[in-house]
């Protein structure tokens, strides 16, 4: 048996998935492959954007958190884009997705 040493957590995942799994990479693996990262449009003191927020932490995808606060120039931005405010709005550059709350951006 050749020792083999790797250093990365990507690489050690891959070849635990190659040598012992059924082949498929879990969803952690393909997350980090984003080209671009997803767009949230939230407040701090939203219950429900802080559920996307953590669930977004938790499965390790790249994100750009724009806080739109009541008096935030970014909550402007998003009423006059959208017609309505709205949040937590998620937005993904890399399919052109965007949606506002919704039960269809729950991740498993």
């Known amino acids: 048996m050749i020792p083999i040493a790797m250093y990365e957590s990507d690489e ?8 012992y799994g059924n082949g498929l ?3 952690h693996w393909v997350s980090s492959r984003q080209d671009k990262p997803l767009k949230v449009w939230a407040y701090e003191l939203s219950p429900f954007c802080k559920i996307v927020r953590e669930r977004l ?52």
Not at 12 to 19: E, S, W
Not at 77 to 85: A, H, K, P, Q, V
């Open 57 to 108: 932490v938790e499965l390790e995808l790249p994100h750009v958190y724009y806080n739109a606060a009541r008096g935030s120039p970014k909550r402007n931005y998003l009423l006059e884009r959208t017609g309505i405010f709205q949040v937590p709005f998620l937005e993904d550059p890399n399919t052109g997705v965007e949606m506002f709350e919704s039960g269809d951006y729950q991740v498993s």
């Open 12 to 19: 050690i995942i891959k070849y635990l998935v190659d040598k």
């Open 25 to 27: 990479l879990c969803c």
